[in-house]
């Protein structure tokens, strides 16, 4: 019995573990670019549906940013770095 235990408490703090290392492409709104190039180039660099684009869109123009993608440093480097060639302010956060 304990050792399930044990195993159990090893597999929590793993999660938890890759968990934290997951960080959010945080895109923020601006003057410049319109809805469609943002919408656009969220379906062309993040893989978002059109639809998901769209609500990404209205929270960053009303809201003034939003998280519109989650996972490692590694996997989203490229995407802010495209999102940012598009002309648009996004980090990683």
Do not use: W, Y
Not at 29 to 47: A, K, M, P, Q
Not at 54 to 71: F, M, N, P, R, S
């Amino acid at each position: 019995m304990k050792e399930k235990q044990e195993e159990r408490h090893e597999a929590e703090v793993l999660e938890i573990s890759l968990l934290s290392d997951l960080s959010d492409l945080m895109v923020f709104n601006d003057d410049v670019n319109t809805f469609e190039h943002v919408i656009d180039t969220l379906i062309r660099v993040c893989g978002h549906t059109q639809e998901q684009a769209e609500q990404c869109t209205l929270l960053i123009h009303h809201k003034g940013k939003c998280a519109v993608k989650k996972g490692t440093f590694d996997e989203l480097k490229p995407m802010r770095d495209a999102v940012c060639e598009a002309g648009i302010d996004a980090r990683i956060q």
